[in-house]
């Protein structure tokens, strides 16, 4: 009968090892280290830099199959979310893994909504950044300044603490990135306004000027709840990588959130829409697209919201954005770059090049030209990506605090450096000339 298990034979050796394949068709790598040549050996490692084929743990969160083009969060197709939920909803089924009931969404809205305000320090703190700071950076700093604000979030062990902390994080986040971005206008910061629905005061702490009461339009509400929806998990992308990775330190909430904030901010990652837009700004016309083409072919350039660590098929989020876009349209007018972006996309699905590389687009390809055609800046962009990814950030975090394999983030290395040396006196240390040489890759 066949075995769930992998026999390797060390050539070295000769000698055989019985590993067990478990859940997930995973190995367990320290099983690796019994696989040595004598007493004093380490015993084998697994070498795996970036994390390409390492599972770092065991979630429930959320699913995808990369090849499929598959996403759901606790067993729901994002699809599903996307057409009939809400932001909120979702950010409850991510953080407690069920959909809630009538009279518990209720309870779950009172509570996020009680944690919008913000400490008046914090806004004094926020006031100190330059006119010109990027909100992204702001917001990295606030969230992390929030922890000297509540010195019960490192109560981590805290099934209370972790609730509060999750719902003051939802709830204070999109307070936080909106005066971020009244900050870089110039514009008095807004405050909550709690008989709006979760994105609909966001767009009021936003844009809201002398008006006493801001009316979100409808469209561009749903719009921005729907883009929250499909931002709030992503399993362990690299910014949730540090937000375990950090909190694994058992440091409080709000410091590994900033961390997973800081992730985030990468033009790799939740900086990719940004860079998106400025990728179409600089080809300018649907006419030097095979041009831009050519050089992404020649490897001098990366096309901007395409390809994906895990989708190697269509990212099921981007299918959702792009019909999206026309959506918002009809309210903001179109914008341009979307003819571009089509153009891109047309080509990019059947040129040999991204085909054979499995390269198509993500879910930036397209958000960025929505959040533009709204009015947001673009450094904006990855804010409006931190919001939502709060709830999934929390939901992980809550996971990993729990989960008795886990310890502290304490990855192997193989170390390529120089053996044991001895020092010198400096008088007596090589020529400065060779010395760049040796140390200019250093940086
Ligand atoms: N344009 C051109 N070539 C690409 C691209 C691209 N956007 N992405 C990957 N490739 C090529 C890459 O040059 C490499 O080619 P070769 O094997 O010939 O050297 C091959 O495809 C594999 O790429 P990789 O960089 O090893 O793949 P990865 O899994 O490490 O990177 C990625 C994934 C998303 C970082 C990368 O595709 C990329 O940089 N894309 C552009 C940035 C972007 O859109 N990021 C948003 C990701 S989705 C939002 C999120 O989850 O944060």
């Known amino acids: 009968m066949a075995k769930n298990t992998l ?43 970036a994390f390409t084929n390492t599972a770092s743990c065991r979630s429930k969160v959320t699913y995808i199959d990369g090849e499929k083009g598959i996403l759901r969060y606790r067993g729901y197709p994002i699809e599903e979310l996307a057409e009939h939920s809400n932001y909120l909803e979702v950010a409850y089924l991510v953080v407690k893994g069920e959909l809630p009931n009538e009279q518990h969404f209720r309870a779950w809205e009172e509570n996020i909504k009680t944690h919008t305000m913000v400490h008046e320090n914090l806004k004094a703190f926020m006031q100190g950044f330059r006119y010109d700071a990027h909100p992204m950076g702001m917001l ?22 972790r609730r509060l902390q999750t719902r003051r994080l939802i709830g204070k986040l999109p307070t936080l990135a909106a005066w971020a971005y009244r900050h870089t206008r110039g514009l008095p910061y807004v405050y909550p306004d709690n008989e709006l629905s979760y994105t609909g005061n966001f767009l009021s702490m936003l844009f809201k000027m002398t008006e006493l009461r801001y009316k979100p339009n409808p469209t561009l509400e749903r719009a921005l709840d729907i883009l929250f929806i499909l931002h709030a998990d992503h399993e362990q992308n690299c910014s949730t990588n540090a937000m375990r990775s950090v909190g694994s330190s058992q440091v409080d909430a709000y410091s590994a959130v900033a961390a997973a904030t800081a992730a985030l901010y990468g033009p790799l990652h939740g900086g990719a829409n940004e860079a998106v837009i400025r990728m179409l700004a600089e080809i300018g016309s649907v006419k030097r697209v095979p041009e831009f083409i050519k050089s992404v072919k020649a490897g001098e350039r990366k096309m901007m919201g395409f390809g994906h660590r895990v989708y190697k098929s269509y990212d099921p989020r981007a299918k959702i954005v792009k019909r999206l ?10 914008n341009p770059l979307i003819d571009i972006s089509l153009e891109l996309e047309k080509i990019g699905l059947e040129d040999d090049y991204f085909v054979s590389h499995r390269l198509y687009p993500n879910v930036d390809f ?7 055609a709204m009015g947001f800046p673009m450094t904006m962009f990855p804010v409006l990506f931190a919001i939502p990814r709060t709830s999934g950030w929390m939901a992980q975090w809550a996971e990993m605090v729990r989960d008795p394999e886990q310890k502290i983030a304490r990855p192997r290395q193989i170390y390529i450096g120089e053996n044991i040396r001895q020092w010198t006196p400096i008088e007596k240390r090589p020529a400065p000339t060779m010395r760049e040489d040796a140390v200019s890759d250093q940086i």
């Open 7 to 49: 026999t390797v034979t060390d050539n070295r050796t000769g000698k055989q090892y019985e590993i067990p394949i478990e859940e997930g068709g995973a190995i367990r790598a320290v099983r690796l280290r019994d696989i040595k040549t004598g007493p004093d050996d380490f015993g084998l490692m697994s070498y795996d830099p």
């Open 140 to 161: 990295v700093g606030t969230i992390g300044a929030m922890s000297t604000f509540y010195p019960d979030a490192k109560e981590i062990m805290n099934l209370e603490s």
């Open 325 to 334: 876009a026309y959506e918002v349209f009809e309210v903001t007018g179109r």
């Open 366 to 372: 397209y958000t960025g030209i929505i959040y533009q």
